[in-house]
């Protein structure tokens, strides 16, 4: 066989192309300079999508990531390109995405000189990664980025950098592809749970009168949703999911009872309180899940699965810890688990769940268009069957309350880090893996006018994307808290908007502008029509507010609920 000289900037592409990715973000800068240069040769294999910006290209990887399931891939030049990524890698590595970010760098005779955009990058991410490499010999480069790949991928998936000197990109050596299996150190996770952990949580189900499950992202990770559905209908028990566990049992199912924590249902909240058995899936006790520690169900026995060793016991000690991929954990409890119905449990939910704290807004009928109108109206004109990337606020949380998912993955979402600016970058990579799904972006209008450079990517790459600005003139969700806790100061809360319909213009995509609920369903079949972008304005009341609430520090079931003497407005 002939021998392939190549150049350390040739691997990198060889490399992605075996790792069967056909999609990469990125933005071209001195030191990448050569990657990009010999990306020319690969066109017909590799896409590359231009970002506007550093941040973006993170977030598209992200949001393709979590669309497909395969890796997500961005590439930036060192210094302020490297940098401009750490928020990208942060939010990623709070929600266990599976991306890999590739770096150029300065030569390896000017590392450590100070010379011009030289950052320690693989240093400065090493919190917010899972792995960081920098590589100083082309010997190494092909085995790194495989290694980089497997390490992103798994147990539980994060973000890996890798950083290459611009040198080693130049540099030329015979490539050979290494076949041999990645063996990563101290990623020796159990391949199943032992039996004495699977006999102990089965004796806690079977013997519970008062049973939740706790459904997190880590079902949707596993594909585990068939088995914890499974496990719900054999035992009869009810579950709520945290935010990035929606999809992960349908909306529609009997047992499924809704969203937990801070802005979690009024039934939900309560029926952890009350348990006498937590079954906490693929989730890891965020404090925005919990509410106060210290009084969180706390007359109930515990059960943890999740893959992460660490997590067990972390925040919330539990009286069975089992740590392996949830689908395995679960097709071995599953035999063990007898069948009964949990009659006046399940009559004790219904109960809670037919006290409204604040769901009649969607039937009002005023002037005044709310937010929660607006999610409920896509979700009846999309039939339910959107992708959805929300950014990070009240229009994240009225999405989660009034946008039913039925399926796994519909949902994309910041929700470990809470990053603005993530919804509109993640949809345009979300929609390289999704082409035939209408995907929808439910941003505020503080979100947008964090990555709102990124519209040009869109329209550049003709993204079947469909924007509603949620617009009610603040920073909503700070400006609830100021309201609530702060007498109402609205310390730079208030936020000017541009004209969104020039800005549409300007960037060359269609735009809209709804004031009254009565004008949405028209809207939306317009924009249903469209190929490519649209951006859609909705001007919703501005002091509404999220409820019910949990105050930070309270106890998860002392819930705000909307105050029943005053007509929705909370001015």
Known sequence: MKKRILTGAEIIWECIIRENIDVVFGYPGGTILPAYDALNKYRDKIHHVLVRHEQGATHMADGYARASGKVGVAMATSGPGATNMVTGLATAKLDSI?????????????????????????GTVLPVTKYSYLVMDINNLASTIKEAFAVAR??????????????????????????????????????????????????LINNAKKPVI??????????????????????????????????????????????????????????????????????????????????????????????DPS???????????????????????????SRKQNKEWLKTISGWQSESLGRDIINVQTDTLYGAQVIRDIWKETNGDALIVTDVGQHQMLEAQYYD?????????????????YSLPAAIGASFSRQNKDIWVIVGDGSIQMTITELATAVQENANIKIAIINNGYLGMV?????????????????????????????????????????????IQKVKKSKGPVLVEFVVEQHDMVYPMVPAGAALNAMISRPKNKQFQEA
Not at 174 to 197: C, M, Q, T
Not at 273 to 280: G, K, P, R
Not at 318 to 329: F, M
Request: net charge negative; hydrophobic share 35%.
């Open 405 to 421: 998912h039925e399926e796994p993955n519909t949902l994309l979402t910041s929700g470990g880090l809470g990053t603005m600016g």
């Open 154 to 203: 798994s147990g539980r998936p994060g973000p890996v950098l890798i950083d290459i000197p611009k040198d080693v990109q130049n540099d030329t050596i015979e490539f050979v592809y290494p076949d041999e299996p990645v063996r990563l150190p101290g990623n020796n996770h159990p391949i199943e749970a032992s039996e004495k952990h699977i006999q102990n949580a089965a004796d």
């Open 479 to 523: 400006r609830q808290w100021q309201q609530l806790f702060y007498d109402a100061r609205y310390a730079e809360t208030p936020i000017s908007s541009p004209d969104y319909l020039k800005i549409a213009e300007a960037y060359g995509l269609p735009g809209y502008r709804v004031n009254k609920r009565k004008e949405i369903p028209g809207v």
């Open 98 to 122: 599976p991306i890999v970010c590739i770096t150029g760098q300065v030569p390896r005779a000017a590392i450590g000189s100070d010379a011009f955009q030289e950052v320690d990058i693989s």
């Open 311 to 337: 997590e067990i016991n972390k925040n919330v000690p539990v009286d069975v810890g089992i740590s392996c991929d949830l689908r395995t954990a679960m097709t071995q409890l599953l035999p063990h688990i």
């Open 214 to 307: 706790l459904a997190g992202h880590g079902i949707l990770l596993s594909g585990a949703s068939q088995e914890i559905i499974k496990l719900a209908e054999t035992a009869s028990i009810p579950i709520g999911w945290t935010l990035l566990g929606a999809g992960s049992v349908p909306a529609s199912h009997p047992l499924n009872m809704g969203m937990m924590g801070m802005h979690g249902e009024f039934a939900v909240n309560n029926a952890i309180q009350d348990a006498d058995l937590l079954i906490a899936c693929g989730m890891r006790f965020d404090d925005r899940v919990t509410g106060n520690i210290k009084t969180y169900s706390p007359d109930s026995k515990k059960i943890h699965i999740d893959i």
